[in-house]
């Protein structure tokens, strides 16, 4: 019988993750067979996953029902609903986390809400709320990695929450993240607590730098690069991970226990119908990093996948694409900048619809 393609990933040191959570995932034993047949190691989960699983499906009514009648707000509802489900999720990858070392694989993620995004004190505020409520160890709280999250991260890695740093596009704010997990652990360390518990991922976003940057390409006469300034920035951004981590400033905190923040590999699935439905799962499989797909995305990689490991090939060509980007007057860190604002946006309009729908259940339910 063939090896499964998305476990034979695992050979090379990467984790999947899966980028999808509902009920019926669960209910079904759909979740527990895609760990068991494909090696999936994690999972991830934002506001659009979860508009799509409350607004789809009547398996949240009871529990909403319920909730509006404590007089609970449409926030307060949707957290309820969320942490059950992440609670559940966490349950059933709890033996991938118990037979890994910490900081490894079994986590599952639950984000703070995005309208958080750049307010520093409400998402340290909300993300010691939502680890209490969860009160897991398996679980990440998802932080996006604006400026205003960097000081919200130090501070979630000090109190010793798992941190999933969100809504990366730039080299530069990615090395910065870097720097606020480990002033988090090193913070930590100072106050004389463990730091040999605390797990952290970097979610570097992908498709989307090739769907803004390749019809700048086109116009500035460089289309031959299309395609594949997404895939030279993550291999960019794999060149600092490994640096970054493999400093003295770091081996000091790696004595006490500590591990790297791994750099996931996030928003994976092809925009482009002219690329590969693999190509950003191919590109980047290498040590110690996560990939996490949507179910399309893992489903096509099962049926025509080549694993092999090629993060770290060709990383002249992919100093060479960034240099070339930059020469033909594309300035990336305003594309970066840009992609983070509307990254905002496209969680902040599913919230707010989730709210809205989450109202209207509330009012024929109730």
């Known amino acids: 019988m063939e090896t499964n393609r998305v476990k034979q990933i695992h050979d090379f040191e990467q984790s999947i993750w899966l980028d999808l959570i509902d009920r019926q995932l669960m209910n079904s034993g759909s979740l527990q067979r895609l760990i068991d047949e494909d090696g999936v190691r994690g999972l991830t989960s934002n506001p659009a996953i979860f508009e799509k699983a409350i607004s789809g499906s009547s398996d949240y009514d009871d529990d909403i029902r319920r909730l509006a009648q404590e007089g609970k707000s449409n926030d307060d509802i949707f957290y309820g ?72 991260i ?129 590109a980047l499989i290498g040590p110690k990093t996560v990939n996490t797909l949507p179910l399309e995305t893992l489903e096509a990689y099962r049926d025509h996948g080549q694993p092999e490991a090629r993060l770290e090939q060709d990383m002249d060509h992919a100093t060479q694409v960034l240099a070339r980007v930059n020469e033909v007057g594309i300035d990336l860190l305003a594309v970066t900048t840009q992609l983070e604002t509307e990254g905002i946006d496209k969680f902040i309009k599913p919230y707010d619809k989730l709210l809205a729908a989450i109202d209207e259940q509330k009012k024929a339910l109730v």
Do not use: H
């Not at 794999?238 to 905190?253: C, N």
């Open 81 to 152: 609903v969320a942490i059950s489900d992440i609670q559940r999720a966490a349950d059933i990858f709890r033996p991938v986390y118990d037979d890994e070392v910490v900081g490894a694989d079994g986590y599952v993620s639950l984000e703070v809400s995005p309208r958080l995004a750049l307010d520093t004190d409400g998402t340290i505020k909300q993300a010691r709320e939502l680890w209490k409520a969860v009160d897991k160890p398996n679980v990440m709280i998802k932080i996006p990695g604006t400026e205003a999250g960097l000081p919200a």
């Open 154 to 282: 130090q501070q979630a890695i000090a109190d010793g929450i798992n941190v999933n740093v969100t809504l990366l596009f730039g080299l530069e704010r990615y090395e910065a993240v870097a720097e606020a997990y480990i002033a988090g652990l090193e913070e930590r360390a100072a106050k004389g607590l463990a730091i040999n518990n605390i797990a952290s991922v970097a979610s570097f976003f992908l498709s989307r730098i090739d769907v803004l940057v390749d019809p700048m390409l086109d116009e500035k006469g460089a289309g031959d690069l299309k395609g594949e300034v997404a895939i030279a920035s993550a291999k960019k951004a794999y060149e600092i991970y490994k640096r970054v981590f493999s400093s003295d400033r770091f081996q000091k905190l790696r004595d006490k226990g500590a591990t790297p923040q791994r750099v996931l590999w996030a928003s994976t699935s092809s925009k482009n119908p002219a690329f590969s439905d693999v190509k950003y799962v191919e």
